[in-house]
């Protein structure tokens, strides 16, 4: 049977993303993401429930985020979910954990001095052919498998616009 994992979502940070790097280099962002449904009840009362999103965005993607993004800006976030388990040290009990791994994003809403446009912060220009406001992370797959760098690792792709 096939299998197919997507999520999409759209929402607000709840804090300043969190970047680190790997030892080889790698760029991790960390967010936390609210994602709001409001409904009328049976009884006419609105009501409104929140669900919070942890979300994992590796590479270019995180710097990106992590550099125009702040807390309260809008995201729209496409990815794959995840099931982290692991055992608490302090109780020995098994923990887990579902969130997303980002493969796409669009930064969405205002920004909060009111001058329009997607996130937090300046937009960066958009690349020839790509489509204004909208940052991916979609690569053309390279025709030949890429040269392993001196680590044995995949060569930097700084220079690869987005």
Do not use: C, H
């Amino acid at each position: 049977m096939a299998s197919f994992n997507k999520v999409i979502l759209a929402g607000n940070l709840t804090r300043d993303p969190e970047l680190r790097y790997t030892p080889k280099g790698t760029a991790i962002a960390k967010l936390s993401m609210a994602v709001n449904r409001k409904w009328t009840g049976e009884d006419g009362q609105t009501r409104e429930e929140v669900t919070y999103v942890d979300i994992d965005a590796f590479g270019k993607q995180a710097e990106v985020i992590a550099q125009y993004l702040r807390k309260g800006g809008g995201l729209l976030a496409e990815g794959r979910l995840k099931l982290d388990q692991w055992d608490d040290k302090q109780t020995g009990q098994k923990r887990s954990r579902l969130g997303v791994v980002l493969e796409n994003f669009t930064f969405i809403g205002g920004r909060p001095d009111g001058s329009g446009g997607g996130g937090a912060g300046p937009m960066p220009p958009p690349a020839s052919g790509s489509v204004p406001g909208r940052v991916t992370g979609n690569r053309p797959a390279p025709a030949a498998p890429a040269p392993a760098d001196a680590e044995g690792g995949p060569p930097d792709d700084d220079d690869v616009p987005f």
